[in-house]
């Protein structure tokens, strides 16, 4: 129960309930004291009484009033004058009972002064026990209030401080992210040019067509390429779950931030509000509504927890961050070690068909003078053979006329032979 106000004009979140009866209503002196009318009978009645005729009234209302024309009653209905009861015409009391009456009556009253002034006494003593018990309710409620609002801003504090902090690594993953999106194009480059390298090498002939440390570099090349695009890609694809468990953390500071906002705010004005403050209404059953759905251990564990998922978060997320950037200077540098071996073994390769080539075309000139050469000797022997042709009719001829010798005359000699 909630006291506003004076504790004599207090307003309280209920009705009043009716106060005790404890004694009987003190508004008379008849009531408070016993009856002590003088008895008399019901059957003695006489005219000249008022009360008589104030009863006689109240049983018939059409009796009206007695004036001074009143002819009296009719011989037939007059009450005789004397009773025939031995006591006499009235029974009186005596003096002594009456001043015993009257005694009486004042030693009961004045008890009954006694109990009403204890019980004042008893009411103001409850009145303001109950005004310093709602006093000090209040201002333990208030001091309650006050401390709850330091705890709402002590947590708000904490989740403003974790919230930036998380905003700052999830744009920095973010910005990793971009980073590893351009890297993983990048290598879609030196993957192409090594193929078509590849390609182009199966255009040689021949015995140029050999497997030498060119193709094998190359072959290296295009398989370090895939494995880092490869890793840039899983390691892509972490980030993005990263970046999903960030973004899920941070809309649940946010969301908690918004809470402890809406109930610091409620708790201020609760906090400011004093008997004096506009806006006081009376809410009927509101203290029997059990709304709540935490408790302050449970309220402060549940922020706790929203940071400490937070702060795993961004210690993950730094760390993936870091091992993304080993990542990205690790494939770097690998493909571009690879790429100066397929240099060097494309210059060393150059250079050696080059000169292989230089000592062809040498060779070719001295082979082609050589023919030249040779096709000149050839040119002299033929004329030398056509210069010997008219010896060799010559000897021919005398062979053929030796042949026609007679007999014995056909004789090996030395002429024949040579």
Same mark, same amino acid.
Not at 36 to 53: A, D, I, K, L, V
Not at 129 to 139: C, E, I, L, P
Not at 374 to 385: A, L
């Given at each position: 129960?909630?006291?506003?106000?004076?504790?004599?004009?207090?307003?309280?979140?209920?009705?009043?309930?009716?106060? +005790?009866?404890?004694?009987?209503? %003190?508004?008379?002196?008849?009531?408070?004291?016993?009856?002590?009318?003088?008895?008399?009978?019901?059957?003695?009645?006489?005219?000249?009484?008022?009360?008589?005729?104030?009863?006689?009234?109240?049983?018939?209302?059409?009796?009206?009033?007695?004036?001074?024309?009143?002819?009296?009653?009719?011989?037939?209905?007059?009450? +005789?004058?004397?009773?025939?009861?031995?006591?006499?015409?009235?029974?009186?009391?005596?003096?002594?009972?009456?001043?015993?009456?009257?005694?009486?009556?004042?030693?009961?009253?004045? %008890?009954?002064?006694?109990?009403?002034?204890?019980?004042?006494?008893?009411?103001?003593?409850?009145?303001?026990?109950?005004?310093?018990?709602?006093?000090?309710?209040?201002?333990?409620?208030?001091?309650?209030?006050?401390?709850?609002?330091?705890?709402?801003?002590?947590?708000?504090?904490?989740?403003?401080?974790? =919230?930036?902090?998380?905003?700052?690594?999830?744009?920095?993953?973010?910005?990793?992210?971009?980073?590893?999106?351009?890297?993983?194009?990048?290598?879609?480059?030196?993957?192409?040019?090594?193929?078509?390298?590849?390609?182009?090498?199966?255009?040689?002939?021949?015995?140029?067509?050999?497997?030498?440390?060119?193709?094998?570099?190359?072959?290296?090349?295009?398989?370090?390429?895939?494995?880092?695009?490869?890793?840039?890609?899983?390691?892509?694809?972490?980030?993005?779950?990263?970046?999903?468990?960030?973004?899920?953390?941070?809309?649940?500071?946010?969301?908690?931030?918004?809470?402890?906002? =809406?109930?610091?705010?409620?708790?201020?004005?609760?906090?400011? =509000?004093?008997? %004096?403050?506009?806006?006081?209404?009376?809410?009927?059953?509101?203290?029997?509504?059990?709304?709540?759905?935490?408790?302050?251990?449970?309220?402060?564990?549940?922020?706790?927890?929203?940071?400490?998922?937070?702060?795993?978060?961004?210690?993950?997320?730094?760390?993936?961050?870091?091992?993304?950037?080993?990542?990205?200077?690790?494939?770097?540098?690998?493909?571009?070690?690879?790429?100066?071996?397929?240099?060097?073994?494309? %210059?060393?390769?150059?250079?050696?068909?080059?000169?292989?080539?230089?000592?062809?075309?040498?060779?070719?000139?001295?082979?082609?003078?050589?023919?030249?050469?040779?096709?000149?000797?050839?040119?002299?022997?033929?004329?030398?053979?056509?210069?010997?042709?008219?010896?060799?009719?010559?000897?021919?001829?005398?062979?053929?006329?030796?042949?026609?010798?007679?007999?014995?005359? =056909?004789?090996?000699?030395?002429?024949?032979?040579?």
């Amino acid at each position: 129960m909630e006291l506003y106000g004076y504790p004599l004009k207090a307003k309280f979140n209920q009705p009043r309930p009716p106060p +005790p009866k404890v004694l009987p209503a %003190t508004s008379s002196m008849a009531a408070s004291c016993k009856d002590r009318t003088p008895y008399h009978p019901e059957s003695f009645s006489t005219p000249w009484m008022p009360n008589s005729y104030y009863k006689a009234a109240a049983l018939n209302p059409t009796l009206s009033p007695l004036t001074e024309s009143f002819p009296g009653l009719p011989p037939t209905k007059m009450v +005789p004058f004397i009773s025939e009861r031995p006591g006499g015409a009235f029974g009186r009391h005596t003096l002594d009972d009456w001043h015993r009456s009257q005694l009486s009556n004042y030693k009961e009253s004045e %008890t009954t002064r006694h109990k009403a002034e204890r019980l004042r006494a008893d009411l103001s003593r409850a009145i303001k026990d109950v005004y310093q018990q709602a006093k000090r309710s209040q201002g333990e409620s208030t001091q309650d209030l006050g401390e709850r609002v330091n705890d709402i801003e002590y947590w708000k504090s904490e989740l403003c401080v974790e =919230l930036d902090a998380m905003i700052r690594e999830t744009n920095s993953l973010a910005d990793m992210q971009k980073r590893l999106e351009r890297a993983l194009a990048d290598t879609e480059g030196p993957f192409q040019v090594a193929h078509k390298c590849l390609l182009n090498r199966e255009k040689r002939m021949g015995i140029d067509l050999v497997s030498d440390d060119v193709e094998k570099q190359l072959i290296q090349e295009i398989k370090i390429i895939r494995s880092c695009r490869e890793r840039l890609q899983q390691c892509l694809d972490t980030v993005n779950a990263q970046l999903m468990c960030n973004k899920e953390a941070r809309q649940e500071l946010e969301k908690d931030l918004a809470d402890k906002q =809406l109930g610091h705010h409620i708790d201020s004005k609760c906090y400011q =509000l004093k008997n %004096t403050s506009r806006g006081l209404h009376f809410f009927k059953g509101v203290e029997r509504i059990d709304a709540t759905v935490s408790v302050p251990e449970t309220w402060a564990r549940f922020t706790d927890n929203n940071i400490f998922r937070s702060q795993s978060a961004r210690a993950a997320s730094a760390k993936l961050r870091a091992s993304t950037e080993s990542l990205l200077m690790g494939t770097a540098d690998e493909m571009w070690r690879q790429f100066s071996k397929v240099n060097d073994a494309f %210059t060393s390769r150059i250079t050696e068909i080059a000169n292989a080539k230089s000592k062809i075309q040498t060779h070719l000139a001295k082979t082609r003078q050589e023919i030249f050469q040779i096709e000149t000797k050839i040119q002299v022997i033929q004329k030398t053979i056509r210069d010997k042709e008219v010896q060799l009719k010559v000897a021919q001829t005398r062979l053929d006329e030796r042949t026609r010798r007679p007999n014995v005359e =056909l004789c090996r000699d030395a002429a024949q032979l040579r």
